[in-house]
Nanobody, 116 residues
Framework: VQLQASGGGLVQAGGSLRLSCAAS????????LAWFRQAPGKQHEWVAT???????EYADSVKGRFTISRDNAENAVYLQMISLKFEDTAVYYC???????????WGQGTQVTVSS
């Protein structure tokens, strides 16, 4: 299964963006899907996870502003981002895992740039 992230772009601080991650096959078998991000000069950072059952978790830095969701019928996972801040600027990656804690499937990344 391949993952394709899209939806990034340039937005002013306080604005919104919705990222999409389309899978080439069924995502039903994945027990978790997630979004990560990497800002210039910084380490890879976990952003949010959604489980097969629909449970969600968020990094403290995005809690209350970002919402992760999945559509098994569309084989897609989304990240709705509101109240964007300059520090949200990063390349965002979607990822998936079938079990355990390691994410084995990664999308190519989509750039999000927030201007202050």
């Amino acid at each position: 299964v391949q993952l394709q992230a899209s939806g990034g772009g340039l937005v002013q601080a306080g604005g919104s963006l919705r990222l999409s991650c389309a899978a080439s096959g069924s995502i039903f078998s994945f027990n978790a899907l997630a979004w990560f991000r990497q800002a210039p000069g910084k380490q890879h950072e976990w952003v949010a996870t959604i489980t097969q059952g629909g449970g969600t978790e968020y990094a403290d830095s995005v809690k209350g502003r970002f919402t992760i969701s999945r559509d098994n019928a569309e084989n897609a996972v989304y990240l709705q981002m509101i109240s964007l801040k300059f520090e949200d600027t990063a390349v965002y990656y979607c990822a998936a895992r079938r079990g355990g804690v390691r994410y084995d499937y990664w999308g190519q990344g989509t750039q999000v740039t927030v201007s202050s």
